[in-house]
Structures are given as structure tokens and as C-alpha cells.
């Protein structure tokens, strides 16, 4: 009996290029590369493009790992186990080096003006202007000299080349209209065509999962698969994401780079899911974890259409995680928007200034603490939750905004006096300090003064958050702690 070759372990790639900002749509394609790999046991590599030295800063590089490590978490992808594609420079030139002696490329010694003037007379007659094949069947003579040259792929002219796509489906090129390009600059640097075939090949790549907009360069890539003798990988090019409006998606809609959600106060597992699910269906279930997504994601439940990204539902999905999410964590998310930002909600919004913000984050983190579960079961994103724990961030006597101020008029004053005498001594001690007790108190204060409850609870929520909105009273009294509670209620009283 013969046995069965054991399958190829799968090994996807995400080859991102240092632009500036990781954009949500290769946020996406990092995602289903990595989850592709995952449901089916195998591995997926980081490997960055930069070998546009102009582009590919230290910064733009750093901007890539914070945003993956904060997408992803920072162990998916180790830096030392990165491939630069910079550092396989001399393998790329020894590749086209090799096609040249197999005949499978040749030097072109066109100059750039010669290449505009054949364009532009091809534009003039109506034809392609690709480019025309002169150096093709030419070989160089004395004249060439030491001249520059470049190496093109000599391409395959008659036939198709087809690519079964898992997501395109069977997509044809004509070989006619795929001309014979560039592998090797004059300078000796290789294209981005030539250096991501030797990198995929090097690194064992099985299926390349990437942007539709690369779909054409998946029939010239594999061009020089064939005429490298090498196994082409498998693709899946994937639709690009669309804004609300059904237009590409850009920074006019609103965030794009990854690390402009976090600053929105979206938490990583709620962007994971939200992403995951942009573009493939499985089921109706908006909410699926990281784990269930691993185990379970394929590549012919992605969407052919262009997925339209929604912001509201980006939002209910974060709601979601807030809820769920650990107390001690959103703390420290908060915190790290407050420094990141410079907020400082204790002004009011009057000028930003980290430092203070951070300050008495820091000077009032048990406060925080306390008040964090009361926050995320309100707030659609960390940073709503921030500027609703405004109140808790200011020192006595707190800054009271213009219409709370309003509120605080003679009488007003007069019957917090009452209700801070009231509470004290029915509530006299840290442990009689409930939030039922405070509400018990409040209610029946407000009865003896045959009051209704929010006649007396508006001034006195001025009093103690200093704006006329904030979380339910009863929490934000419980959060301050008796003393605090009763100081900032004193402050603005008048005793009769
Ligand atoms: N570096 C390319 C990009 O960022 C992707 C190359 C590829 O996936 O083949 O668009």
C-alpha cells in the first residue's frame, strides 16, 4: 500500500510596508492571514517590506509592531523573529543573477526617456504602453559599455496564466497584456515583484492572503514562479473595506490607522472581533472570541464584496467587551489614553494638560477603581468612560460648570445644608456609606421635604460631579467615599 505524502504544514505571511500607521484594512489582512494559518495548524510570518529606504523609517517600523502588538498581542509576532526584507537584498540580486544565465531574464539598457518617448507614441497610436520588448532578443554590444541596465522578467507572451483564488475565484490574464517587468533596478535593488517571490519562496509560504489590489500582481508573480522552476503559493486576495458610504475607505470617514481606534477608547479584543467578522460571515453572531475565531476561520466564508466598515457597530461591539472586560485593565487603558491624549477632564476640557490629568488619575486611583464598574456598563469606549469620570478627577472645591452654577442658587444652598446634615448623621461612619443607604437617605430626605427626587437631586449632583450630567448619583456618592461626598457638599451649602 503507498502511503499519502503528508500534507504541507500551511505557512501564511503578512508583508506589510512601512507606511506611516498600520491602516485597519491591512489590519484585516494581518488577521485572516494569521487566523487562516491557525484553524488550520499552521504558522504565520511577519515579514516587513522595507526596502524603500526612503519610506521605511525607524518610526514607520515601530508604528507597525505597536500596532500589531496591540492588536494581535506583542507575542504573536516577536521583532527577532521578523524577516526585513531589507537584510535579503543579495539573495534578490543572486536570483536575477540566475534567470539571466538560465535566460529566463534579460538586461535592458532602454533610459528612462527613451521609455517615456515609446509610452507616449504608444498612448498616441492608441496602444498599451507597456513596455515593448526591444531589449528582449538584443544582446548588449561595445556600445553598451559600462551603461546602466535593468533585468526584466522575460515573460511568457502567448497563453494565460490563470489563478485559482480562494476568494476571486478562477481569474485569467492574458500573457500579451503582462509585459516582461522589471526584477532588478539599474542600481541593482529588486523590485517589489522579484523580492516577494524570493522571500515567499525562502520562507516556505503556502498561501498568500492580501488586498484584491495585488490580485494583478499574483499573475506576474507567477511568471517568474514558472520561470523559476518553483511552486506557486496559493492566493486568497481579499476586497478592500469600504466607508459607510461605499466609498474606499479613508481618514475623510473618520479613523483608518489602528492605533487611532485605541485612542478612541475601542479595546483591542472588541477591534479583533469587529474585524474579524468584517468581510466573513459565520452565522449571525456579531460577538466571537479570538480562541473561537482561531479554531474556526476559513477562507470561503470571505465575503467577495467590499465589506463597508460601520462605526456604530464597531461601537456596540466594544460595549460588549467593556462590560466584560477587567476592571484593573480598563484602569490602566484609561490611564495610558489620559497620558497618550494629554487629557486633563478635570479642566472641563479648558486646555489640555497630561500631566495634571495623570496626576490625579494617579492621586485618586482607588476612586477610580471603584468607579470602573459602574463606568463600562454606561460607556461605549474608554474614552467616554474618562471624560464621565471627570467628577472624580478634581481636587476640592471642585470647578462647578456655568449651568450646574445655575442650580446653586440661595435656596438650593440652603437645603444641601440640610441634606449634608441629614446624611451625616444617618449615614455616620465609612461602613454605613452603601450605595442603598445613600439612596434610602436621598429618597427619604427629598419625602420630608416633600420635595420630588430630582428637585433635590440636581443640585445636588452640582455639587458633587459640578456638571449637570454624570453617572447615576447614588454610584458617583459611593465612589467620592463618605468624607469626600460630604466635603464637596459642604463647600456648597449655606447654613441657614
Ligand atoms: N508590502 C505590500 C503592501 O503592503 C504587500 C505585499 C504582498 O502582500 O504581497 O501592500
Given at each position: 500500500m503507498t502511503q499519502k505524502p503528508p500534507a504541507k504544514p500551511i505557512v501564511t505571511r503578512f508583508a506589510p510596508s512601512p507606511t506611516g500607521y498600520l491602516h485597519v484594512g491591512n489590519a484585516r489582512t494581518a488577521l485572516f492571514s494569521y487566523l487562516y494559518a491557525k484553524a488550520n495548524g499552521g504558522v504565520c510570518k511577519l515579514r516587513v517590506e522595507d526596502t524603500d529606504k526612503a519610506r521605511s523609517t525607524d518610526d514607520a517600523i515601530d508604528k507597525i509592531f505597536e500596532g500589531l502588538g496591540w492588536l494581535m498581542g506583542a507575542d504573536v509576532w516577536p521583532r527577532d523573529e521578523t524577516v526585513f526584507q531589507s537584510k535579503n537584498v543579495t539573495r534578490h540580486a543572486a536570483v536575477a543573477q540566475e534567470m539571466l544565465d538560465s535566460g529566463n531574464a534579460y538586461k535592458c539598457f532602454a533610459t528612462p526617456e527613451e521609455l517615456d518617448k515609446m509610452r507616449n507614441a504608444a498612448r498616441t497610436e492608441g496602444r498599451s504602453p507597456r513596455y515593448d520588448g526591444r531589449w528582449r532578443d538584443r544582446a548588449p554590444g561595445p556600445e553598451q559599455g559600462n551603461a546602466p541596465f535593468v533585468v526584466r522578467l522575460k515573460a511568457e507572451q502567448d497563453g494565460v496564466t490563470v489563478i485559482n483564488d480562494h476568494v476571486q475565484g478562477r481569474v485569467e490574464f492574458r500573457n500579451d497584456v503582462l509585459d516582461d517587468l522589471v526584477l532588478l533596478r539599474s542600481d541593482g535593488t529588486p523590485t517589489y515583484m522579484l523580492a516577494v517571490v524570493v522571500d515567499d519562496h525562502d520562507m516556505g509560504v503556502t498561501h498568500v492572503i492580501r488586498g484584491d489590489d495585488h490580485l494583478i500582481n499574483a499573475g506576474r508573480q507567477n511568471q517568474i514562479y514558472k520561470a523559476l522552476g518553483w511552486d506557486a503559493p496559493e492566493y486568497a486576495h481579499l476586497p478592500l473595506i469600504h466607508g459607510p458610504d461605499g466609498a474606499k475607505l479613508s481618514k475623510r470617514h473618520g479613523a483608518v490607522a489602528v492605533a487611532d481606534f485605541r485612542d478612541m477608547g475601542i479595546l483591542s479584543d472588541a477591534m479583533f472581533n469587529y474585524l474579524v467578522r468584517l468581510g466573513w460571515s459565520s452565522g449571525d453572531e456579531e460577538i466571537i472570541s479570538r480562541k473561537d475565531a482561531a479554531r474556526s476561520f476559513d477562507l470561503d466564508r470571505v465575503n467577495k464584496a467590499a465589506a463597508r466598515f460601520d462605526y456604530a457597530k464597531l461601537e456596540s461591539v466594544n460595549r460588549h467587551y467593556l462590560k466584560a472586560a477587567d476592571d484593573k485593565m480598563?484602569?490602566?487603558?484609561?490611564?495610558?489614553?489620559?497620558?497618550?491624549?494629554?487629557?486633563?477632564?478635570?479642566?472641563?476640557?479648558?486646555?489640555?494638560?497630561?500631566?495634571?490629568?495623570?496626576?490625579?488619575?494617579?492621586?485618586?486611583?482607588?476612586?477610580?477603581?471603584?468607579?470602573?464598574?459602574?463606568?463600562?456598563?454606561?460607556?461605549?469606549?474608554?474614552?467616554?468612560?474618562?471624560?464621565?469620570?471627570?467628577?472624580?478627577?478634581?481636587?476640592?472645591?471642585?470647578?462647578?460648570?456655568?449651568?450646574?452654577?445655575?442650580?446653586?442658587?440661595?435656596?438650593?444652598?440652603?437645603?444641601?445644608?440640610?441634606?449634608?446634615?441629614?446624611?451625616?448623621?444617618?449615614?455616620?461612619?465609612?461602613?454605613?456609606?452603601?450605595?442603598?443607604?445613600?439612596?434610602?437617605?436621598?429618597?427619604?430626605?427629598?419625602?420630608?421635604?416633600?420635595?420630588?427626587?430630582?428637585?433635590?437631586?440636581?443640585?445636588?449632583?452640582?455639587?458633587?460631579?459640578?456638571?449637570?450630567?454624570?453617572?447615576?448619583?447614588?454610584?458617583?456618592?459611593?465612589?467620592?467615599?463618605?468624607?469626600?461626598?460630604?466635603?464637596?457638599?459642604a463647600d456648597q451649602a449655606k447654613s441657614d
Open positions: 480598563l484602569l490602566a487603558e484609561m490611564t495610558y489614553l489620559v497620558g497618550k491624549l494629554g487629557l486633563d477632564p478635570g479642566s472641563f476640557g479648558d486646555g489640555a494638560n497630561a500631566d495634571a490629568g495623570l496626576k490625579s488619575l494617579r492621586a485618586h486611583e482607588q476612586r477610580f477603581l471603584s468607579l470602573v464598574p459602574v463606568l463600562k456598563e454606561r460607556s461605549p469606549t474608554v474614552l467616554e468612560m474618562i471624560k464621565d469620570a471627570a467628577f472624580a478627577f478634581v481636587d476640592r472645591p471642585i470647578p462647578i460648570e456655568p449651568k450646574a452654577l445655575k442650580l446653586l442658587n440661595d435656596d438650593n444652598r440652603s437645603l444641601l445644608g440640610r441634606l449634608h446634615e441629614a446624611l451625616g448623621d444617618a449615614l455616620s461612619n465609612d461602613a454605613a456609606w452603601t450605595t442603598e443607604a445613600i439612596e434610602a437617605q436621598i429618597r427619604s430626605f427629598a419625602e420630608a421635604e416633600d420635595l420630588g427626587f430630582g428637585k433635590v437631586a440636581q443640585p445636588l449632583r452640582a455639587s458633587v460631579a459640578g456638571r449637570m450630567q454624570s453617572p447615576g448619583l447614588f454610584d458617583v456618592l459611593y465612589c467620592l467615599g463618605r468624607a469626600e461626598s460630604l466635603a464637596r457638599l
